[in-house]
């Protein structure tokens, strides 16, 4: 199993930017797609943002496209999310997902292992 930690969440101001990272531990990632979810409060878990093998497809959910750019370090069993232009809109708690194929997927059921979760606040 993998275990999976999230990292650099925190409140920022709208048009603001962060960088989350996901850690992964117990078994390497290298040859797992990994994926980017998010939950609002009140909301059900959304898709944002997936990642290939090697990181040569990767997909976004539309209200992330041109802002938040995914991308994975598989010497350091470490995925990224860059998050730029932050809105209010994206306040949620973000967590990454490890599915144990070669090709990213939009589908939360589709991720078999999960990590706890970091909080993006955005917020004037």
């Known amino acids: 199993q993998v275990q999976l930690v999230e990292s650099g969440g925190g409140l920022v101001q709208p048009g603001d930017s962060l960088r989350l990272s996901c850690a992964a531990s117990?078994?390497?990632?290298?040859?797992?797609?990994m994926g980017w979810f998010r939950q609002a409060p009140g909301k059900e878990r959304e898709f944002a943002a997936a990642?290939?093998?090697?990181?040569?497809?990767?997909i976004y959910a539309d209200s992330v496209k041109g802002r938040f750019t995914i991308s994975r370090d598989n010497a350091k069993d470490t995925v990224y999310l860059q998050m730029n232009s932050l809105d209010v809109e994206d306040t949620a708690v973000y967590y990454c997902?490890?599915?144990?194929?070669?090709?990213?997927?939009?589908?939360?059921?589709?991720?078999?292992?999960w990590g706890q979760g970091t909080q993006v606040t955005v917020s004037s």
């Open positions: 117990g078994r390497t990632i290298s040859t797992y797609a």
């Open positions: 997902a490890c599915r144990k194929v070669l090709v990213p997927s939009m589908d939360p059921n589709d991720y078999g292992d």
């Open positions: 990642i290939s093998r090697y990181g040569g497809i990767t």
